[in-house]
C-alpha cells in the first residue's frame, strides 16, 4: 500500500474520542477498512477529508487534551503544509497565542495512516455463538461456522442461517450505483477495484499459472438426482445439476456475473447459461436465458435436448396453433406473486399460474374474435385513448386548463428526435392502448347485442303474473322397487354416448400411499437429556481458536444467562416473564414454585426438551392502556417519505414533550396533528395490550417493557425501531406476579441413526410391495401404517391430503412411463412417503364403472317412468285416486317463475307442461324429478294488462348483461387450447 483514500470519517473536530472508537473508514488497495483510535481524548484536528487521498505517513488526524496547540505539532511532524486542508478546522480551536519554552504542553498523539490494514476481519472469539441445532445441521452439511453470519440474538447463528447459508461474495467496494437498462447495473470502479484488475492483469502474463483440482463426494447429489428423476419422461442429468449450480452460484454472488468496462463494472441482475453442444464440424454455444429462475426439469429441457430441444419447449401453450411463449408466461406469474406480496395478499404458486393462464387465454382469445370480426380503431383514437396518462399534466393543457392532445401529439413528435428510446417506449404503450380499446369495444358490442326489447320485456311480465291452478296426482319412483329394475352396462354405456358433454372423462389418476414419520426414538429423546444434563455441573470444551481445553462453568452457577443460553441453546434467551398460565400445564407447578437460581429439568415442551433456572419474581400487570406520540425518522421502519433525520426528530420529541408532559388534551391534540400510525385518529391511544400475547415480533421490546415496566400516569420518551415516541401509561389491571426464566432448550428432531433406520424400514416396505405377491393394504396392516387415497388426481393438482403440495408426485402419477400399480419412493418434508399409482384414466369419455353412480339413478327414473305411463295408460286423475294410493292434491296460483311449487318442490318439467295444457284439460303423464306426475288446470289468470313494459325489459337487459361476464367461458369451449403448464410447473 502507497497510499490511501478517507472514504467518511464518523468523528469530527472537537469530539471526545475513547480508545477503541472507530475514527474513519480508509479506503486501500486492498479494501475499504474501519480505522481504530489507539488513544482516548478530543479529536483537534482532521488531516485528510472526505475523499482526499494521502500518501502512507501523512497526519490523519491528532488527538490530545483541548487546548493543545495544534500548529506546533504539524510543525514537530514536519507536516505543516497538510494543515491547509483543515484550516479553519484546526483555527477554530483554542489555541494559547504564547507558549513559553517550559510551559508544559498537554500530552497530545498524531495519528498516521498505518502501513498496513488488515484485509478482512473476523470473529475474534473462542468459541462460535449458535445453536446446537444449527451446529448439528452444519456439521452434517460441511458448512465452517465461522463463515457463516448469524441472524439470532447477538449475531447468534441458528437453524435458518445453516439453511440459507451461501458463501459471502466479494466486495467490489464500490461508491455509486446507476441502473442504466433492465437486468444490468453499473457501478463505477473503485482505486481498489481498478488496483486488482491492473495487477492480475500484469500477473497474467508475467507470472506462471498452475490449476487445482479436487475431488468432490457426489453420494449425496446421485442420490438427490436419483430421487429428483420423477418429472414427466425428463431424466435430469448431472449436468443439468452443475448447470443449476452455476445459475445459483452466480446469482448468489452478483460481483462474480460482470463484465470489465474499463471505467464500470456491469453487474448482470439475470443469469443466462452458454451450454456447450458438439455438432459436426464445431461446437455451438446455445444459451439458456433466466436459468437462476428455471427448474431443473426446465433445464433438462432446454439444455440435454440440445438446440432442437431449445426450440421445441420454449412455450407453454397454445390458443388455435398460436403459442404463448415460456419466457412471457413466466414474467406474468411472477408479476402476479410481486404484486400479490405487495398488497400483504397470499397467493401459492398454482393460484397465480392458474390466473396468468386465464389471463392469457382471455387475451388471445379476444384479440383473435377481434381480428375475425375485422374490428379496427384509428390511429388517431390513440390520443383519447391515452387521455389519463396525460390529463392530469400541465404540459399537455392548453391557456384555459384543459386537456390538449394536440401538444401530446407535439411531445412523441419531439420524442422522436430528442429520446428514441423513450419513443419506442411509446410506441410500445400506443400499441397496448389500441388494442385495450378494440377490447373496449369488442365488449360494446356484446352488450349491445345482449339488449332488452319491448317484446322480451311484455314476455318477462307475463311470466310473473299469468297463474295457473291444478289437481294432480303424484306416483313416487320409490313406490316401485329398484330391484325389479335391470339396467345393464350396455344401456349405461348408450346413455353416456348419447350425453357426452355431460360425461367426459379428464385425464385423472388415483393414489394411495403410506408414510413412514422421521420421528425421534426414545434413544435419541434420552440422548437429548443427557445433553442437557452435562450444563449442570461444570464440563470441558475444546477452544478452537486458542487451541486449548477450556473448562465451562455449570448452568446453575453462571450469572450471565444471555450469553450462556445463546451459546448452547437452540432458542435464543428470552428475558420476558411468565405468567403460571403461560407455563406448559405438566410442569407449571413447579416451574412456578422454583427458588431463584434453582435448575428444573430436563422436561418437554412444545417440540423442545428443557432445562429452566428461575432468574427472577415480579408483579405485572396482564393488561395495559397506554397512548403515545410518534415522530419517525429516516431508516426506522415504517417511516414515510420525507421523514426527518435523526437527530431532528429527537429535537422534535423533546420539544413536543415539555408542551405535552402536563396537558393530556394538548396531548391529544398532538397525536392526531403529527402521528403516521392508526392512533392519528385516536388521538393516540393505542388501547389495551395484554402482556402474555407480546412478543419481540408483534411489539416493540422498548416500547412494552416501558408500558408494562412503568407506574400508571408514566411519561417518557422511548427510541424504537419505528421512531421517537412519547409514552403515556393510563390504566392497569390484573397484575399478578409472573416468573422470570432462563432456559436451555434443544430442539427434539431424530438422529441420524434413527433416520437411517426409518429409511430401512420404509425401503422394505417399497421393495415387498413392488413384487406384486403381496398387497399394498396387506403391507401397510402388517407394518400398523395407514393407508390414504387420493382419487380424480389432475395433471395441474398440486395437493395431496395430508402431504400439501406435492408437484413431483402429480408429474410422476401423469409421467406417460408411469403404469399402473407402479410403486415410487418419495421424501416430503422429511418423511419418508411410499406411493402407488391406483388407476389411470385418459381424456375422453367417462368409463361405465365411472359414469354409473350418476347414470343409474337416471335409468331407474326413466324405467319406472315407462312401467307407470303404461300400467296406467288412458286413466285420469279420478282413476289414479281410485286405483293407487296416492290421493288428488292441489297446487293454486302457480307462476312461470316459480322455482319451487308449495307441496311438490321444484319440478320444471311438470311447471312447463301445465302452462302449456288449456283450462280443463288434463296433462299427460309427466316424468319429475321424485316421481310421475298426471295433472288437471282447474284455473288459468293472465296478468293485469299494462301499455309499459319498459322497468321488465331493464329487469331482462341486467340478466342479460350477468351472462355477458360468462362470455369467455363459452368462447373458451369454441377454440383449440393446447395446455403444457404441467411440463414447467
Same mark, same amino acid.
Given at each position: 500500500?502507497?497510499?490511501?483514500?478517507?472514504?467518511?470519517?464518523?468523528?469530527?473536530?472537537?469530539?471526545?474520542?475513547?480508545?477503541?472508537?472507530?475514527?474513519?473508514?480508509?479506503?486501500?488497495?486492498?479494501?475499504?477498512?474501519?480505522?481504530?483510535?489507539?488513544?482516548?481524548?478530543?479529536?483537534?484536528?482532521?488531516?485528510?477529508?472526505?475523499?482526499?487521498?494521502?500518501?502512507?505517513?501523512?497526519?490523519?488526524?491528532?488527538?490530545?487534551?483541548?487546548?493543545?496547540?495544534?500548529?506546533?505539532?504539524?510543525?514537530?511532524?514536519?507536516?505543516?503544509?497538510?494543515?491547509?486542508?483543515?484550516?479553519?478546522?484546526?483555527?477554530?480551536?483554542?489555541?494559547?497565542?504564547?507558549?513559553?519554552?517550559?510551559?508544559?504542553?498537554?500530552?497530545?498523539?498524531?495519528?498516521?495512516? !498505518?502501513?498496513? %490494514?488488515?484485509?478482512?476481519? /473476523?470473529?475474534?472469539?473462542?468459541?462460535?455463538?449458535?445453536?446446537?441445532?444449527?451446529?448439528?445441521?452444519?456439521?452434517?452439511?460441511? #458448512?465452517?461456522?465461522?463463515?457463516?453470519?448469524?441472524?439470532?440474538?447477538?449475531? +447468534?447463528?441458528?437453524?435458518?442461517?445453516?439453511?440459507?447459508?451461501?458463501?459471502?461474495?466479494?466486495?467490489?467496494?464500490?461508491?455509486?450505483?446507476?441502473?442504466?437498462?433492465?437486468?444490468?447495473?453499473?457501478? *463505477?470502479?473503485?482505486?481498489? +477495484?481498478?488496483?486488482?484488475?491492473?495487477?492480475?492483469?500484469?500477473?497474467?502474463?508475467?507470472?506462471?499459472?498452475?490449476?487445482?483440482?479436487?475431488?468432490?463426494?457426489?453420494?449425496?447429489?446421485?442420490?438427490?438426482?436419483?430421487?429428483?428423476?420423477?418429472?414427466?419422461?425428463? =431424466?435430469?442429468?448431472?449436468?443439468?445439476?452443475?448447470?443449476?449450480?452455476?445459475?445459483?452460484?452466480?446469482?448468489?454472488?452478483?460481483?462474480?456475473?460482470?463484465?470489465?468496462?474499463?471505467?464500470?463494472?456491469?453487474?448482470?441482475?439475470?443469469?443466462?447459461?452458454?451450454?456447450?453442444?458438439?455438432?459436426?464440424?464445431?461446437?455451438?454455444?446455445?444459451?439458456? &436465458?433466466?436459468?437462476?429462475?428455471?427448474?431443473?426439469?426446465?433445464?433438462?429441457?432446454?439444455?440435454?435436448?440440445?438446440?432442437?430441444?431449445?426450440?421445441?419447449?420454449?412455450?407453454?401453450?397454445?390458443?388455435?396453433?398460436?403459442?404463448?411463449?415460456?419466457?412471457?408466461?413466466?414474467?406474468?406469474?411472477?408479476?402476479?406473486? @410481486?404484486?400479490?406480496?405487495?398488497?400483504?395478499?397470499?397467493?401459492?404458486?398454482?393460484?397465480?399460474?392458474?390466473?396468468?393462464?386465464?389471463?392469457?387465454?382471455?387475451?388471445?382469445?379476444?384479440?383473435?374474435? #377481434?381480428?375475425?370480426?375485422?374490428?379496427?380503431?384509428?390511429?388517431?383514437?390513440?390520443?383519447?385513448?391515452?387521455?389519463?396518462?396525460?390529463?392530469?399534466?400541465?404540459?399537455?393543457?392548453?391557456?384555459?386548463?384543459?386537456?390538449?392532445?394536440?401538444?401530446?401529439?407535439?411531445?412523441?413528435?419531439?420524442?422522436?428526435?430528442?429520446?428514441?428510446?423513450?419513443?419506442?417506449?411509446?410506441?410500445?404503450?400506443?400499441?397496448?392502448?389500441?388494442?385495450?380499446?378494440?377490447?373496449?369495444?369488442?365488449?360494446?358490442?356484446?352488450?349491445?347485442?345482449?339488449?332488452?326489447?319491448?317484446?322480451?320485456?311484455?314476455?318477462?311480465?307475463?311470466?310473473?303474473?299469468?297463474?295457473?291452478?291444478?289437481?294432480?296426482?303424484?306416483?313416487?319412483?320409490?313406490?316401485?322397487?329398484?330391484?325389479?329394475?335391470?339396467?345393464?352396462?350396455?344401456?349405461?354405456?348408450?346413455?353416456?354416448?348419447?350425453?357426452? +358433454?355431460?360425461?367426459?372423462?379428464?385425464?385423472?389418476?388415483? %393414489?394411495?400411499?403410506?408414510?413412514?414419520?422421521?420421528?425421534?426414538?426414545?434413544?435419541?429423546?434420552?440422548?437429548?437429556?443427557?445433553?442437557?444434563?452435562?450444563?449442570?455441573?461444570?464440563?470441558?470444551?475444546?477452544?478452537?481458536?486458542?487451541?486449548?481445553?477450556?473448562?465451562?462453568?455449570?448452568?446453575?452457577?453462571?450469572?450471565?444467562?444471555?450469553?450462556?443460553?445463546?451459546?448452547?441453546?437452540?432458542?435464543?434467551?428470552?428475558?420476558?416473564?411468565?405468567?403460571?398460565?403461560?407455563?406448559?400445564?405438566?410442569?407449571?407447578?413447579?416451574?412456578?414454585?422454583?427458588?431463584?437460581?434453582?435448575?428444573?429439568?430436563?422436561? *418437554?415442551?412444545?417440540?423442545?426438551?428443557? $432445562?429452566?433456572?428461575?432468574?427472577?419474581?415480579?408483579?405485572?400487570?396482564?393488561?395495559?392502556?397506554?397512548?403515545?406520540?410518534?415522530?419517525?425518522?429516516?431508516?426506522?421502519?415504517?417511516?414515510?417519505?420525507?421523514? =426527518?433525520?435523526?437527530?431532528?426528530?429527537?429535537?422534535?420529541?423533546?420539544?413536543?414533550?415539555?408542551?405535552?408532559?402536563?396537558? =393530556?388534551?394538548?396531548?391529544?391534540?398532538?397525536?392526531?396533528?403529527?402521528?403516521?400510525?392508526?392512533?392519528?385518529?385516536?388521538?393516540?391511544?393505542?388501547?389495551?395490550?395484554?402482556?402474555?400475547?407480546?412478543?419481540?415480533?408483534?411489539?416493540?421490546?422498548?416500547?412494552? @417493557?416501558?408500558?408494562?415496566?412503568?407506574?400508571?400516569?408514566?411519561?417518557?420518551?422511548?427510541?424504537?425501531?419505528?421512531?421517537?415516541?412519547?409514552? +403515556?401509561?393510563?390504566?392497569?389491571?390484573? =397484575?399478578?406476579?409472573?416468573?422470570?426464566?432462563?432456559?436451555?432448550?434443544?430442539? $427434539?428432531?431424530?438422529?441420524?441413526?434413527?433416520?437411517?433406520?426409518?429409511?430401512?424400514?420404509?425401503?422394505?416396505?417399497?421393495?415387498?410391495?413392488?413384487?406384486?405377491?403381496?398387497?399394498? *393394504?396387506?403391507?401397510?396392516?402388517?407394518?400398523?401404517?395407514?393407508?390414504?387415497?387420493?382419487?380424480?388426481?389432475?395433471?395441474?393438482?398440486?395437493?395431496?391430503?395430508?402431504?400439501?403440495?406435492?408437484?413431483?408426485?402429480?408429474?410422476?402419477?401423469?409421467?406417460?412411463?408411469?403404469?399402473?400399480?407402479?410403486?415410487?419412493?418419495?421424501?416430503?418434508?422429511?418423511?419418508?412417503?411410499?406411493?402407488?399409482?391406483?388407476?389411470?384414466?385418459?381424456?375422453?369419455?367417462?368409463?361405465?364403472?365411472?359414469?354409473?353412480?350418476?347414470?343409474? !339413478?337416471?335409468?331407474?327414473?326413466?324405467?319406472?317412468?315407462?312401467?307407470?305411463?303404461?300400467?296406467?295408460?288412458?286413466?285420469?286423475?279420478?282413476?289414479?285416486?281410485?286405483? /293407487?294410493?296416492?290421493?288428488?292434491? &292441489?297446487?293454486?296460483?302457480?307462476?312461470?317463475?316459480?322455482?319451487?311449487?308449495?307441496?311438490?318442490?321444484?319440478?320444471?318439467? %311438470? %311447471?312447463?307442461?301445465?302452462?302449456? /295444457?288449456?283450462?280443463?284439460?288434463?296433462?299427460?303423464? #309427466?316424468?319429475?324429478?321424485?316421481?310421475?306426475?298426471?295433472?288437471?288446470?282447474?284455473?288459468?289468470?293472465?296478468?293485469?294488462?299494462?301499455?309499459?313494459?319498459?322497468?321488465?325489459?331493464?329487469?331482462?337487459?341486467?340478466?342479460?348483461?350477468?351472462?355477458?361476464?360468462?362470455?369467455?367461458?363459452?368462447?373458451?369451449?369454441?377454440?383449440?387450447? *393446447? @395446455?403444457?403448464?404441467?411440463?414447467?410447473?
Amino acid at each position: 500500500m502507497e497510499e490511501g483514500t478517507v472514504v467518511k470519517w464518523l468523528k469530527k473536530e472537537g469530539d471526545k474520542v475513547h480508545e477503541g472508537d472507530i475514527l474513519a473508514e480508509i479506503e486501500t488497495d486492498k479494501a475499504t477498512m474501519e480505522f481504530e483510535s489507539f488513544h482516548s481524548g478530543m479529536l483537534l484536528y482532521i488531516g485528510i477529508q472526505e475523499g482526499e487521498s494521502a500518501l502512507v505517513d501523512s497526519v490523519l488526524a491528532i488527538i490530545g487534551e483541548k487546548g493543545v496547540d495544534v500548529k506546533k505539532l504539524l510543525a514537530s511532524v514536519g507536516d505543516s503544509d497538510n494543515s491547509n486542508s483543515s484550516n479553519d478546522s484546526s483555527e477554530s480551536q483554542s489555541i494559547p497565542e504564547k507558549t513559553s519554552e517550559t510551559e508544559k504542553i498537554p500530552e497530545s498523539k498524531s495519528v498516521l495512516v !498505518p502501513k498496513v %490494514l488488515e484485509t478482512a476481519t /473476523t470473529k475474534q472469539i473462542g468459541r462460535t455463538l449458535a445453536s446446537p441445532l444449527a451446529k448439528k445441521i452444519a456439521e452434517e452439511k460441511g #458448512i465452517d461456522l465461522r463463515y457463516v453470519k448469524g441472524t439470532g440474538d447477538n449475531g +447468534r447463528i441458528i437453524k435458518r442461517d445453516i439453511e440459507t447459508f451461501v458463501p459471502a461474495s466479494l466486495d467490489f467496494g464500490t461508491s455509486l450505483s446507476v441502473k442504466v437498462s433492465e437486468g444490468i447495473e453499473v457501478l *463505477e470502479n473503485s482505486q481498489m +477495484r481498478k488496483v486488482i484488475a491492473r495487477r492480475l492483469s500484469e500477473s497474467k502474463f508475467s507470472a506462471p499459472h498452475y490449476y487445482l483440482t479436487i475431488e468432490v463426494d457426489m453420494d449425496s447429489c446421485m442420490a438427490f438426482r436419483s430421487q429428483a428423476n420423477q418429472p414427466e419422461n425428463i =431424466k435430469i442429468s448431472f449436468n443439468d445439476i452443475v448447470l443449476k449450480a452455476c445459475a445459483k452460484g452466480l446469482k448468489a454472488h452478483p460481483n462474480v456475473n460482470s463484465s470489465w468496462k474499463d471505467k464500470t463494472t456491469e453487474v448482470y441482475k439475470h443469469v443466462h447459461l452458454g451450454v456447450a453442444v458438439a455438432v459436426d464440424g464445431g461446437l455451438l454455444v446455445p444459451v439458456i &436465458k433466466f436459468a437462476d429462475s428455471l427448474s431443473l426439469v426446465e433445464i433438462d429441457l432446454l439444455s440435454r435436448r440440445g438446440l432442437g430441444g431449445i426450440a421445441s419447449q420454449t412455450s407453454v401453450g397454445a390458443v388455435n396453433g398460436e403459442t404463448i411463449p415460456i419466457d412471457e408466461f413466466r414474467s406474468r406469474v411472477q408479476n402476479l406473486l @410481486d404484486n400479490y406480496k405487495a398488497s400483504n395478499i397470499s397467493i401459492t404458486n398454482k393460484q397465480a399460474v392458474d390466473f396468468a393462464w386465464n389471463d392469457v387465454l382471455r387475451e388471445k382469445i379476444l384479440l383473435m374474435e #377481434i381480428q375475425t370480426l375485422g374490428i379496427e380503431l384509428d390511429h388517431s383514437k390513440v390520443y383519447e385513448l391515452a387521455t389519463p396518462m396525460f390529463s392530469n399534466s400541465p404540459l399537455f393543457k392548453d391557456e384555459k386548463g384543459n386537456y390538449a392532445p394536440e401538444k401530446v401529439k407535439e411531445y412523441i413528435k419531439d420524442l422522436k428526435i430528442t429520446n428514441p428510446e423513450t419513443y419506442q417506449n411509446w410506441k410500445i404503450q400506443e400499441q397496448k392502448l389500441l388494442t385495450n380499446g378494440k377490447v373496449n369495444l369488442y365488449n360494446t358490442m356484446v352488450k349491445a347485442g345482449l339488449n332488452a326489447t319491448k317484446i322480451q320485456g311484455k314476455y318477462r311480465y307475463n311470466e310473473e303474473t299469468d297463474r295457473v291452478s291444478i289437481d294432480y296426482v303424484k306416483i313416487p319412483y320409490s313406490s316401485i322397487p329398484d330391484s325389479l329394475i335391470d339396467i345393464s352396462d350396455n344401456e349405461i354405456h348408450t346413455y353416456i354416448e348419447t350425453h357426452t +358433454r355431460d360425461y367426459k372423462q379428464e385425464n385423472e389418476r388415483d %393414489l394411495q400411499y403410506v408414510v413412514f414419520k422421521e420421528k425421534p426414538s426414545k434413544t435419541d429423546i434420552e440422548a437429548i437429556k443427557v445433553q442437557l444434563r452435562k450444563y449442570l455441573s461444570p464440563f470441558e470444551e475444546y477452544n478452537y481458536t486458542s487451541s486449548q481445553t477450556e473448562q465451562i462453568p455449570a448452568f446453575p452457577e453462571i450469572d450471565d444467562n444471555r450469553s450462556y443460553i445463546n451459546m448452547y441453546s437452540d432458542r435464543p434467551y428470552s428475558d420476558k416473564y411468565l405468567f403460571v398460565s403461560d407455563l406448559p400445564v405438566a410442569f407449571r407447578e413447579q416451574l412456578f414454585a422454583l427458588k431463584k437460581g434453582v435448575v428444573f429439568g430436563p422436561y *418437554e415442551d412444545n417440540g423442545y426438551m428443557k $432445562i429452566s433456572k428461575l432468574v427472577s419474581r415480579k408483579i405485572v400487570a396482564d393488561s395495559v392502556k397506554s397512548a403515545h406520540i410518534i415522530v419517525p425518522f429516516q431508516g426506522a421502519k415504517l417511516a414515510p417519505e420525507g421523514a =426527518k433525520t435523526k437527530d431532528m426528530a429527537k429535537k422534535t420529541i423533546d420539544s413536543i414533550f415539555q408542551l405535552v408532559k402536563n396537558n =393530556k388534551k394538548k396531548f391529544k391534540e398532538v397525536a392526531t396533528e403529527i402521528n403516521t400510525d392508526a392512533t392519528k385518529s385516536k388521538g393516540g391511544d393505542i388501547g389495551w395490550v395484554r402482556y402474555s400475547q407480546i412478543s419481540d415480533d408483534t411489539f416493540d421490546k422498548k416500547f412494552s @417493557d416501558y408500558i408494562f415496566f412503568n407506574s400508571v400516569g408514566s411519561m417518557g420518551v422511548v427510541e424504537t425501531a419505528f421512531g421517537y415516541h412519547i409514552i +403515556r401509561v393510563d390504566q392497569k389491571e390484573a =397484575k399478578q406476579m409472573a416468573v422470570q426464566l432462563a432456559s436451555i432448550s434443544i430442539k $427434539i428432531v431424530p438422529s441420524e441413526t434413527t433416520i437411517n433406520e426409518i429409511f430401512a424400514k420404509s425401503t422394505k416396505f417399497e421393495m415387498d410391495v413392488s413384487n406384486g405377491i403381496v398387497s399394498f *393394504e396387506d403391507v401397510a396392516k402388517r407394518d400398523s401404517l395407514e393407508v390414504f387415497r387420493v382419487n380424480n388426481l389432475k395433471i395441474l393438482d398440486e395437493s395431496l391430503g395430508s402431504l400439501g403440495s406435492q408437484r413431483g408426485i402429480v408429474q410422476w402419477a401423469f409421467n406417460e412411463d408411469t403404469e399402473e400399480s407402479d410403486i415410487k419412493h418419495f421424501n416430503v418434508h422429511n418423511d419418508n412417503v411410499i406411493v402407488r399409482l391406483v388407476n389411470i384414466r385418459k381424456e375422453g369419455l367417462q368409463s361405465v364403472d365411472k359414469a354409473r353412480f350418476t347414470v343409474m !339413478p337416471i335409468l331407474l327414473k326413466e324405467k319406472k317412468a315407462k312401467m307407470i305411463a303404461e300400467k296406467y295408460k288412458g286413466k285420469n286423475i279420478s282413476d289414479l285416486s281410485e286405483e /293407487t294410493p296416492f290421493p288428488i292434491k &292441489k297446487a293454486s296460483n302457480i307462476s312461470m317463475k316459480s322455482l319451487s311449487i308449495k307441496g311438490i318442490g321444484r319440478e320444471p318439467e %311438470l %311447471l312447463g307442461v301445465v302452462f302449456a /295444457t288449456k283450462q280443463g284439460e288434463e296433462s299427460r303423464f #309427466i316424468s319429475g324429478s321424485s316421481g310421475v306426475f298426471k295433472a288437471k288446470v282447474t284455473l288459468k289468470t293472465k296478468g293485469s294488462q299494462i301499455e309499459d313494459f319498459f322497468s321488465y325489459e331493464v329487469l331482462q337487459r341486467n340478466a342479460y348483461d350477468l351472462r355477458k361476464n360468462n362470455i369467455f367461458s363459452i368462447l373458451k369451449d369454441l377454440y383449440d387450447i *393446447e @395446455d403444457d403448464r404441467h411440463i414447467f410447473y
